[in-house]
Nanobody, 115 residues
Framework: QVQLVESGGGLVQAGGSLRLSCAAS????????MGWYRQAPGKQRELVAV???????NYADSLKGRFTIFRDGTKNAVNLQMNSLKPEDTAVYYC?????????WGQGTQGTVSS
């Protein structure tokens, strides 16, 4: 059974930083795509950033320059460095892994940015 476990959320003041980590277990191959999504209260889940096992990255346009996604392409783990955080970045952050048409999700980790 595939499990994705996130860590690193918390409470930070505006302008601060958070680093999220996600590790997947129960899957023998390397996921070609892993990434992060977020869901703010009352809003739909949205893309934050994704990265392939080859290191190709894609970010939500509004987050470029503040967020950095990185992973070791030989492992099923992905990290997200979030800098210059704003109150509007407050959300539950979900780790995602894709294999073909299958999507795997973590349970989510709360990131809260106070003004």
């Amino acid at each position: 059974q595939v499990q994705l476990v996130e860590s690193g959320g918390g409470l930070v003041q505006a302008g601060g930083s958070l680093r999220l980590s996600c590790a997947a277990s129960g899957f023998l191959a390397v996921f070609p795509n892993m990434g992060w999504y977020r869901q703010a209260p009352g809003k739909q889940r949205e893309l934050v950033a994704v990265v392939t096992s080859d290191g190709i990255k894609n970010y939500a346009d509004s987050l470029k320059g503040r967020f950095t996604i990185f992973r070791d392409g030989t492992k099923n783990a992905v990290n997200l460095q979030m800098n210059s955080l704003k109150p509007e970045d407050t959300a539950v952050y979900y780790c995602n892994a894709k294999w073909g048409a299958s999507d795997y999700w973590g349970q989510g980790t709360q990131g809260t940015v106070s003004s």
